[in-house]
């Protein structure tokens, strides 16, 4: 666990881009360790709060991609199609699935099944962490910093260069920071957000090849850890993408018609 860690700070300090928010390794470092401590309160919560912690959605979704990550030894081939979804409903498959409690959803209303998305997450990190509970949360919680960095280098942009008020607002929400630090959706969904608005304001300053395919990765990314956070998000986004030139009524028809389709959706 300690050697993640300290990968994970030498990532911090070195590349570029994480200078990009003006703040030295220093505060990176602290700001990486508040999501650290987040991960312990998180999992302190769970055994205090839970009469059976085990059976809370941390260890439910740990446990389930524990159990796709079981055919790396039996059949490598039916572990790809697990985490795929390539051929994912090959009747041979139903063994691994069984081991499951969330794979299938009793209720699922015709939609996209995102329980799926954060077993199959877990049972990745599996292949690197041979299932260590701790280090997939130590993954995660780096994942959710890098998230929260770039939805603060997003935010910067509308702080009038104060970049403080940007840090606090992405990595100091306490609900935000508490649930977004553990394997679960909502560290697919900060990595995820993060990276999209970063790469969505980018790219409407300067269009570039790579930003487009960032905004497609990230949103389709952020599609499958929970589409509707990525439906409220249309609207602001749309509008961020109009000319200002358009008028004070041509905003306003543009925002309603947005809305309407978002909602209709």
């Not at 572990?79 to 041979?92: L, N, R, T, W």
């Not at 877990?122 to 995660?140: K, M």
Request: a positive charge.
């Amino acid at each position: 666990g300690l050697a993640f860690v300290a990968i994970f700070c030498f990532m911090i300090c070195k590349p570029k881009v994480f200078r990009r928010l003006g703040l030295s390794s220093r505060w990176l470092l602290l700001l990486f360790a508040t999501k650290l401590v987040a991960v312990f309160a998180l999992v302190g919560v769970y055994r205090i709060a839970y009469h059976d912690y085990q059976k809370s959605d941390l260890f439910n979704y740990y446990r389930d991609g524990l159990a796709l990550y079981s055919a790396v030894e039996v059949n490598p081939a039916d572990y790809f199609k697990m985490v795929s979804g390539i051929c994912a409903d090959e009747p041979q498959l139903e063994c691994y699935y069984d081991k499951t409690d969330f794979w299938y959803k009793a209720w699922n209303y015709g939609l996209l099944n995102d329980n799926r998305t954060i077993i199959r997450y877990n049972a990745i990190l599996d292949l690197f962490t041979q299932g260590n509970f701790w280090l997939n949360l130590i993954i995660s919680a780096f994942g959710a910093f890098c998230g929260a960095y770039f939805l603060a280098l997003a935010m910067l942009g509308f702080c009038n260069g104060k970049r403080w008020i940007a840090v606090v607002s992405a990595f100091f929400v306490p609900s935000v920071a508490f649930w977004s630090s553990g394997m679960m959706k909502e560290c697919l969904v900060m990595f995820s957000v993060g990276l999209l608005m970063f790469s969505w304001t980018a790219l409407w300053r300067k269009f570039g090849v790579v930003k487009l395919l960032v905004v497609i990765a990230s949103a389709y990314f952020l599609f499958l850890a929970k589409f509707y956070v990525l439906l409220a998000m249309l609207p602001g986004m749309v509008m961020f993408a109009l000319p200002s030139k358009l008028g004070v009524k041509k905003l306003l028809v543009s925002s309603v018609a947005v809305f309407v389709v978002v909602v209709t959706l």
